[in-house]
């Protein structure tokens, strides 16, 4: 539809003569009238879930709100770490699960991302743990692994071999020793810690003072009574002998176990035929060998059990149960054979060598 531009009188579309003012006139404007906007099917249909999809958004979030309201109410006893702190603001994005891989706006726990551990003059002086900020720090003093050396005897010559077991069982460690040139056994009965010194004292006591080229020395209870007997070895008597404990901090005379065992240098106790009592294993340096005495069990043993041969230049032995089978083998070192052995315990043991004038 066109208007005049003069009068304003509706002009035929086909036409620019206005009949009004009886002259050409070009239209002023064109008026396109638009039809209300109607809506498709689709377009209504979409439009409809959409709302309805504001609609379950809305209503959710609600319920979520509720929820996380309820659970604050809900007395729970199980700790809350989201809501532990109502007074600090939550973060900018509560996750709805437990993946929190993406996420670097929750809080990690405690991360270790450094150890180090200085080892200066056997001292392991930290060990250091901080969070990936580096706001906490964790620092762990380890305990000193120095070692003070505190003298008990210094007159013991040539002094060959310690062990330490409980003499007189009042509850202290005392301390065993054997020196080859002063041919003495000797045992320390621990006094405990003295405040005066700061130190823990001993008191010497001698046990034999004739046991030539004492070697070797062990704590044991050989006859069952609680109190701890002592085995020796004499490298100059080629003995292996035993000391009584009478249970008020003396020991008996000396009790041969076995008179010629050459070259006598190691002695160690273990129950080898378990029977409940304790037998003596040696080794002889010279004789070369690693033997057993069986303990009889009234305070006697029987005569020389060999149990490595040839095992030239025998200084040390042990024993443990090396293959599991439930009774003890025995361990041995040679000094000149340069070995180390060890003997599965068959329970078929030949007598000691001809060396031995006791066979
Ligand atoms: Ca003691
Ligand atoms: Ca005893
Ligand atoms: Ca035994
Ligand atoms: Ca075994």
Redesign the pocket.
């Known amino acids: 539809m066109h208007y005049c531009k003069d009068c304003g009188s509706e002009i035929n579309s086909e036409e620019s003569f206005c009949l009004i003012c009886k002259k050409n006139q070009p239209p002023i404007a064109i008026y396109e009238i638009k039809q209300p906007k109607q809506f498709t099917k689709r377009k209504l249909l979409f439009g409809i879930l959409g709302l309805f999809t504001v609609v379950l958004i809305f209503a959710g979030a609600i319920v979520m709100l509720n929820s996380d309201s309820a659970d604050k109410n809900s007395g729970s006893v199980l700790p809350n770490t989201e809501t532990a702190s109502d007074s600090e603001p939550l973060p900018a994005a509560i996750p709805t699960d437990k993946s929190f891989e993406n996420n670097r706006d929750i809080p990690k726990t405690l991360e270790l991302i450094q150890i180090f551990s200085d080892f200066n003059e056997g001292t392991l002086e930290n060990l250091a743990l901080s969070n990936q900020e580096g706001e906490k720090e964790l620092k762990l003093e380890m305990a000193k692994l120095d070692f003070e050396k505190n003298i008990v005897a210094d007159n013991f010559l040539s002094a060959r071999s310690v062990h330490a077991v409980d003499i007189d069982r009042d509850g202290k460690i005392d301390i065993l020793g054997a020196a080859r040139y002063s041919h003495k056994i000797a045992w320390w009965k621990n006094n405990g810690f003295n405040h005066d010194t700061g130190k823990i004292s001993f008191t010497e006591f001698t046990i034999d003072s004739d046991f030539k080229g004492a070697f070797s020395v062990h704590g044991?209870?050989?006859?069952?009574?609680?109190?701890?007997?002592i085995i020796g070895a004499s490298l100059y008597d080629e003995q292996i002998a035993w000391w009584?404990?009478n249970?008020d901090g003396t020991f008996s005379d000396k009790k041969i176990i076995d008179n010629y065992f050459d070259g006598a240098i190691y002695v160690y106790s273990a129950d080898i035929d378990s029977d409940g009592y304790m037998d003596i294993l040696a080794a002889g340096e010279a004789v070369d060998q690693i033997a057993w005495w069986r303990n009889l069990g009234d305070g006697t043993f029987s005569s020389c059990l060999v149990i490595g041969d040839s095992f030239v230049g025998a200084r040390s032995v042990h024993a443990a149960d090396i293959d599991l089978d439930g009774d003890l083998d025995v361990l041995g070192t040679a000094r000149f054979a340069d070995k180390v052995a060890w003997w599965e315990n068959l329970a078929q043991l030949s007598s000691c060598s001809s060396k031995n004038p006791s066979e």
């Open positions: 044991v209870d050989v006859d069952n009574d609680n109190f701890k007997d009584k404990n249970q």
